[in-house]
């Protein structure tokens, strides 16, 4: 699974890890990329899970060469929600102290912060991660056909328990634990409004014509 940050995935990562145990998940971020690549055939063989923030394109096509019948998902958030959660995050543990909303949102994050990451860690090409527009809609969307599955962050209730069940994850009690990433509750220094939810996607519109995409694609 590609994680995109502030879209769930934590909580997709926790349960596989409480079903399958630590030997047989592996979470790809920046830390640990060197150790992942330096894994042989059979010891990734090994893995029922991977995920991570770095899951590049070229580490799903090792992975799916290893395994054809392997699962590849990630999730995607609604733009102004992601991106609020994104701030109450950035505020609580990555700058330890309280930075104005719109000055975070002008000078610290990019214009549509999905497609940003997806482009700049997916697939590796950072340059163009920082200029996208809706123009690039096509081209993301080819992007993200290397995924069998395109999960919104409001559905994951409903939809990864069912992609656990296809490929052998059992739930303890049938239902997902939700977990956040530092596996406590924080402080919600902002809150998101009708206001803010409309500006938010028109200034992402890239970002909210994916989510409009991938939402009419999982009512199919």
Do not use: C
């Not at 769930?8 to 990562?13: D, F, K």
């Not at 330096?38 to 799903?60: M, P, W, Y």
């Not at 609020?84 to 000078?107: E, L, T």
């Not at 214009?111 to 920082?130: D, G, I, L, M, T």
């Amino acid at each position: 699974m590609y994680s995109n940050p502030k879209t769930g995935t934590s909580t997709v990562e926790f349960n596989a890890k409480q079903s399958l145990g630590e030997s047989k998940v592996i979470i790809v971020n920046k830390p640990n990329m060197a150790d992942f690549d330096a894994l042989s055939d059979e010891q990734i063989s090994q893995l029922d899970f991977v995920s991570g923030h770095r899951l590049t394109k070229n580490r799903v096509e090792r992975l799916k060469r290893l395994n054809k019948a392997a699962e590849v998902i990630t999730l995607f958030r609604s733009p102004s929600e992601q991106i609020v959660s994104a701030y109450n995050y950035d505020i609580n543990y990555k700058y330890g102290r309280k930075i104005p909303f719109w000055f975070w949102y002008r000078f610290l994050i990019p214009r549509n912060p999905q497609a940003s990451h997806f482009v700049r860690r997916f697939q590796e090409k950072w340059s163009s991660s920082f200029v996208l527009s809706s123009r690039d809609f096509n081209r993301l969307i080819a992007g993200y056909q290397q995924f069998s599955r395109v999960v919104l962050t409001e559905n994951i209730n409903d939809e990864i328990p069912m992609l656990y069940d296809r490929v052998g994850i059992e739930l303890s009690n049938g239902e997902l634990i939700r977990r956040k990433a530092t596996g406590k509750d924080y402080i919600k220094y902002l809150s998101l409004d009708e206001k803010l939810k409309r500006r938010l996607e028109k200034d992402n519109a890239l970002d909210h014509r994916l989510y409009e995409h991938f939402k009419r694609q999982s009512n199919l």
